[in-house]
């Protein structure tokens, strides 16, 4: 059966199944920006067919029976405003260090490496105090990302959650759910449709990344919740900035320390075009000092995000390119400062962006896998040259 109806913006609606199966219905939520008042058409299947302003027929999937379809990726076609500076404390200047908070609940913890990655065992997002979180987002500031297997908590609950932090970050050129109701969210979803090639050849090193780095306040803390995991590969590889800065000579720390570098989210913007999705926001370029300091730890970190990283403008290009890809030469060689979580159901994922880089391993395609991510816009990064080494600091305390 197919029929046809003006939708002036519902925000649910029903298909119903073909004639054989009379019985089955699914209900789907879709964004109130993409039906406007116009025609729609519900034919027979398991699609959607729009028709836009101009009398164009779209043709959205709609995934029969899947718990998250509200939360696929979906690019409208919408502008948004240039980001506004919003105002950013940090919640991690109010914790407790000891973490004992925190750590109440706690029934085993595990350092994934010396200096970056712990999971907590026995801790729920869903149930911690205001005191709780100032203290995880002391510990991310620390050991950079923190994994929380096992979580029974609601996609409400993990919004509220990142929230706590400050103003969510909303992508320009990215998916957003296709439910407007999850606009905080960031969606990365990939499945048997997604391009094996998704690498471009590309070394694996230069997609290394701090989420938005072009932005004039690039993100803090972060908040990724897996919602469909392959049965392997689709991990995720962090490395720790305060290590790589550590690992560098000292004439090349002080060098570095003088610099800025420019970060692009153009070629991103233009990426989605090209793939025919809408770019909300265009992409901006933004230079930040290279050497950066943690408003709650006061440590030094290198800010380097290679797949975003373009040029450092006080020097020639030439000069630029050969400093470059030695720092990207030098996070990927730093071993002892890698850790790489692997995803399970109901895990979760925090981590600060300021102070680690990441990438996924592209391994997994074609098995399906979905995440949602909400981070909070921090600080413009900053440089306290007055700031110290975190081994430094440890050492004191020792």
């Known amino acids: 059966m197919s029929s046809t109806a003006v939708l002036e913006a519902p925000p649910k609606i029903t298909l119903e199944k073909h004639q054989t199966s009379p019985n089955k219905s699914h209900e789907f939520q879709l964004s109130k920006n993409i039906f406007n008042g116009?025609?729609?058409?519900?034919?027979?299947?398991?699609?959607?067919?729009?028709?836009?302003?101009?009398?164009?027929?779209?043709?959205?999937?709609?995934?029969?029976d899947y718990e998250f379809a509200e939360l696929l990726p979906f690019f409208p076609d919408s502008k948004d405003k240039p980001l506004d500076k919003v105002e950013f404390y940090d919640r991690g200047l109010n914790a407790d260090p000891s973490f004992s908070n925190l750590f109440r609940d706690l029934t085993k913890i595990e350092h994934l490496a010396r200096d970056l990655g712990t999971v907590l065992h026995g801790v729920q997002l869903s149930k911690l105090d205001n005191a709780q979180k100032d203290e995880l987002a002391r510990l991310i500031a620390e050991r950079g990302v923190v994994y929380f297997p096992d979580q029974e908590q609601t996609i409400e609950e993990f919004e509220e959650l990142g929230l706590y932090y400050g103003s969510p970050h909303i992508h320009g050129a990215n998916a957003i759910p296709r439910n407007e109701r999850w606009k905080n969210f960031h969606v990365v979803y990939s499945d048997k449709n997604t391009r094996s090639d998704v690498l471009n050849g590309l070394p694996q090193i230069r997609y290394l990344h701090t989420d938005v780095s072009f932005e004039e306040q690039p993100t803090a803390q972060t908040f990724f919740k897996a919602l469909k995991v392959p049965d392997q590969g689709g991990d995720t590889v962090f490395v720790s900035g305060y290590a790589a800065y550590e690992a560098l000579s000292e004439p090349m720390k002080n060098y570095l320390e003088g610099l800025t570098l420019v970060h692009s989210g153009v070629e991103q913007a233009e990426r989605r075009r090209q793939a025919g999705h809408a770019t909300r926001r265009e992409g901006i370029l933004t230079a930040h000092p290279i050497i950066r300091t943690h408003p709650v730890t006061g440590w030094k970190s290198l800010y380097v995000s290679p797949e975003f990283s373009r040029y450092?403008?006080?020097?020639?290009?030439?000069?630029?390119?050969a400093i470059l890809n030695f720092l990207y030469q030098h996070l990927a060689s730093l071993s002892s400062s890698t850790v790489k979580i692997q995803w399970s159901k109901n895990g979760v994922v925090a981590w600060d962006n300021r102070i680690v880089v990441h990438?996924?391993?592209y391994d997994h395609i074609p098995q399906t896998r979905h995440f949602i991510r909400i981070a909070a816009r921090g600080e413009k990064p900053f440089l306290d040259k007055n700031s110290r080494e975190r081994k430094d600091v440890l050492s004191d305390s020792a």
Do not use: V
């Open 38 to 64: 116009n025609l729609t058409e519900l034919p027979d299947g398991d699609h959607l067919a729009l028709r836009d302003s101009n009398g164009t027929l779209k043709t959205y999937a709609l995934p029969k």
């Open 312 to 321: 450092i403008p006080e020097i020639p290009r030439a000069e630029s390119d």
């Open 359 to 361: 990438r996924a391993t």
